[in-house]
């Protein structure tokens, strides 16, 4: 999985401005969207932790615990997708195309670029999909829990879905046109 | 002879109290009925169990057209259909589950507001879903309200409400987390419903049961997609109405024996029965703050006309709830 | 052409584009995304199936354990408390024969107890273990194998994840599920222990680059010893962490989340009061985390929707109806289904797998009188060698994304995992005839 002519480096930094500045500010985007997630993991253990302190020691648990986390899941997976996509990370069964791209670098190069084009169909189709009940959340005021214990709008919930997949749409176009830009330039 | 493929499904299994006349009620009432006549036969696509969608989207799997006939937890839907849970905001109204069914089966018909709010997303209502009565299952007996003073009990979702101002702390959870939750003492006890709790078998950790009545719970509907149930010729939906009648009847009578069943199971199997002494229980429903409160604030005037609506039905039933939640309005 | 043709059609369409190297999860949302579309001939009710798996798919506590288990291991690991297990076990194990393969497979087991998840094993012990067995003599190859293979141990010695998930489907206690894997789990690892000495007897070729180099440096004398206080202050921390998680869950104290949230806390705390752990370091950790975790996730979301179009083929209905008008005994049917789960394996990830089939299975097998606890380790034993099974792998494909080795190629790691397979073959064969096994602690 080394491919040395793309501008994204497989070990997921950030290229540099002047070198790609498509690769540069989706790589920044993806970094920032990442991180965030990053720190949520952090938040997701620190929250179960006072829960289950907070109930045991001090007879005061935390409401909504199982709901917040379990949002809170859906929401690290969009956040850090992106990133994911750049750094070249989601699971795959690659030995074909490895023998593929030993003996033909194009023909490789051809079949990566369809991937990479699947995976923005798939993450547009995603955010087409997720788009209208995102607005709806917003219009209507929509929350998850209980009135009256506790609320929390979904719509910011949403539009990290909406936000996650429209970048990995975008990450995963780049991808393609690099390996489209790697297939001109017959560079292996 | 036309035929006609009917997507039915739910997010809970077939033997869930809630799926149960679904499919063995209402599927074999609607064949029954079409054949009859013999014009119409049903080709059921059935998709119990979760296989398409979880509970948490029974509303959408429905509204969305996922499945043309499903289960809907309208509980789960405190923020898009919240007309539907004014049980849970009025507690110690009735303990009869079969008053409940015929109550919001008439009014998801007949009142505007409710049946309203099920067209606005896009279903039809076909037959009520309900729960037992909820009582605490505790591993103390409760004889006065002082026996809450301090404890922390399982009560998941607005049955948190129903525990303010009695001293006991509602600690979060489900039917499958208040088994191990009681046997390590994260709590002592949990409001829940006979049918529900023999199953899970909660009584083995939390063997005092103290009927206290907290009542019955409208849980949400048998609904149809409201696209695919208007288009259906006008036969086959005088049958879906008529099988629902028949679903309605039946599942209050499957959870009456259910709960009737697990009531003769737990007590053999050593749970001790307690009732909350009557003044007691005064106590415990004077005491609690106005939580109707939030909930006629989401909802507003058409709150308010369910709300009275469904107080009137209930008296009209020959129901006396305990806590006039309608007065002033 | 019937649905269930074309179901079969698009499990076909699937199986070539993971073979091709598509990523599993684009190939999962687009097969199912055109298979709803297909069957009922209707595009938007693939994208409001597409809406509710991406938005509550996963919505669930139960899949928090991932994040934080993944959490707890690595930074178990970077606390050197992985690397210290493992010490521990070499120093004791040095002298046997394919000592530090037995030491992964030891250590690997002591680690179970604080993981969920085989894929944290796994990339732990890439980085403990391969450097180490390599640098004495071991084939990269085989390494990374011994460490793959061993990896299933995660999820078969509680906690472990696919015994959380399969409790939900089936309706069976989680707790009394990880009380049930814990024979079995330790059978395995008896198990692969038995079979890294004798094929390092028999083939030595198989095991090292080296064969006379290693025999040489087994048997010398001059070897640094350990001294026993040295191995209790190496091996004290992830004691205790495996007295706090696993005390925690048998007990019932914690749910599984609630275990993965303190695991990863006490993780925390160790690697804190070990000085393993800056501010850079933690960052590096946690965005591990991420990476791992969103990958599975990810697999997790695109699975759901594609048993969900497999659900609308009506797949399930129809194999269910096979069994039933097939006439089984309780014990052919339990092979059957672990043959089905075997084949399933090949292409599919575990939680998919446990998805489609618990829900058909496990209401025929208690219909069988199969004990539900017996079903689901059967079960879960099966799924997991589908873990090292090609074309799909995911235990395999971790260890060799983490190794980043371009001298180790995933076929290679896949064939040393082949002896694992067989002994976990074995294992399932046992536990499907002695239900005793599972149930002697129920
Ligand atoms: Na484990
Ligand atoms: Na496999």
Redesign the interface.
Known sequence: M?DQTTEVPDDGTIPSFSRAPVGAMLGVVAACL??V???W??G??A???A??LGRNFLNAPITG???I??????A??FL??S??VL?K??????????AIGGGNPRGAHV?ECA?AL??A??FA??L???WP?TWEALATGEFFGVQGVFTIPTFPF?LI?VVG?GLASLCSLYRAACEIRALKGGGV | QQTITINIGSSH?EQNIWVYAMKNTFQPEVNRILAEKGEYTVDW???Y??????F??TR??VM???VDVGMVGTVWEGANMPLQNVTYFTPFATSDHKMIIEIFDDLSANLPELRDSWAENNMVHLSSLITDSYDIYATFPVNTMADLQNRKLNAPGTSANWLRETGATPVDGALT?Y???I????TEGTLSFASGILPTRVYEVAPELTRVGIGSMYFGGIAANKDFFDGLPEPVQVAFRDAAKATSTAHGDYVADLAARAMTEMQAAGLTVHELPAEEKTKWVTGLPNIIEPWLEQTGDAGKTVLKAYFDALRAHGATPLRNWDEGL | MTTLTLGFILIGVLILL??????????L??VA?SGIWLIRDNL??S??????T????????L??T???FV?MGLLVSVSNVGRDTFEVAEELLRRMLCGLGVATVAANTVFAAVTGVSIASAAVFTRVAVPEMTRHGYRPAFSAGTVAGSSVLGMLIPPSLLLIIYGVLA?V?I?GMFLAGIVPGLLLALGFVAMLMGVTLLFPGFVFADPEAARERRVAVDVRGMSATTMFAKITPILLLVFLVLGGLY?????P??A???G??GA?LIALGRRSLNRGKL?QV??Q???I???????L?AAGFY??ML??A?L??AIGDLVRSGGFSPLGFLFCHAVIILLMGMILDSTSILLIMV?IAAPIAQGLGIDLSHFGIVTVLAVEIGLLT???G?SV?TVH?TLND?DV???QIFAATMPFILVMVAILVLVALVPWTVTVFL
Do not use: H
Request: a negative charge; zero cysteines.
């Open positions: 080394t990442s991180s997630g990053t720190l993991i952090g997701l253990m929250l179960v932790v829960d289950v615990v199982s709901e986390a379990g949002r809170s899941v859906v690290i997976v850090q997708v990133a994911a750094q990370r989601l699971t795959r069964a690659d030995f074909l195309l490895r079949l991937f699947t995976g169909v798939v189709l995603v087409w999909a997720s009940k949403r879905t997949a | 299994p696509n059935e998709a169990a979760g296989t398409l969608y979880k948490t989207d959408e799997a969305d057209g996922i987390t088994y191990t939750n046997q390590t003492g994260v | 993971v073979l091709l190297g598509m990523q599993i999860a684009y190939a949302f687009i995304f938007g009710l994208f409001k199936m597409l809406e509710l991406a938005y509550s798919g996963i919505d669930d506590y899949f928090a991932i994040p934080l959490l309706e206690s707790g007990s019932g104290y914690f749910t989340t609630e993965g949230g303190i990863a806390f925390l960052w946690m965005k985390t991420g990476t975790s969103v990958s599975i996730l990810l697999l979301i048993s969900r659900a609308i009506g399930p209905n829900p090609p074309p799909f995911i494909f994304n371009p190629s995933v076929e």
